[in-house]
Nanobody, 115 residues
Framework: QVQLAESGGGLVQSGGSLRLTCVAA????????MGWYRQAPGKERELVAR???????DYAASVKGRFAISRDNFKKTVYLQMNNLLPEDTAVYYC?????????WGRGTEVTVSS
């Protein structure tokens, strides 16, 4: 069983920065996918960024150049550095892991960007 716990959300002004952290507990193998999704009020959950083992990261077009995903396999942790935040980045951000074809989700951390 795998559990994901996010932290680092909060309220920030437009143009500010936040770093989200997701720590995984349980059996994690380095050959997996870990990433971040977000869901804004009234909208569907969408991919923000993901890091597949051995591949370059993938980013949503709306965050490319502003957000950066990184992972530390030893610490079982994935990070999302968010810079130049915009009000449209306001959402609940969820950590996601796909391990051996099984999807795991964290409970989410809320990010609010004021204009």
């Amino acid at each position: 069983q795998v559990q994901l716990a996010e932290s680092g959300g909060g309220l920030v002004q437009s143009g500010g920065s936040l770093r989200l952290t997701c720590v995984a507990a349980g059996t994690i193998f380095s050959s997996n996918t870990m990433g971040w999704y977000r869901q804004a009020p009234g909208k569907e959950r969408e991919l923000v960024a993901r890091k597949r083992s051995g591949r370059d990261p993938d980013y949503a077009a709306s965050v490319k150049g502003r957000f950066a995903i990184s992972r530390d396999n030893f610490k079982k942790t994935v990070y999302l550095q968010m810079n130049n935040l915009l009000p449209e980045d306001t959402a609940v951000y969820y950590c996601h892991a796909r391990i051996d074809g099984v999807d795991y989700w964290g409970r989410g951390t809320e990010v609010t960007v004021s204009s």
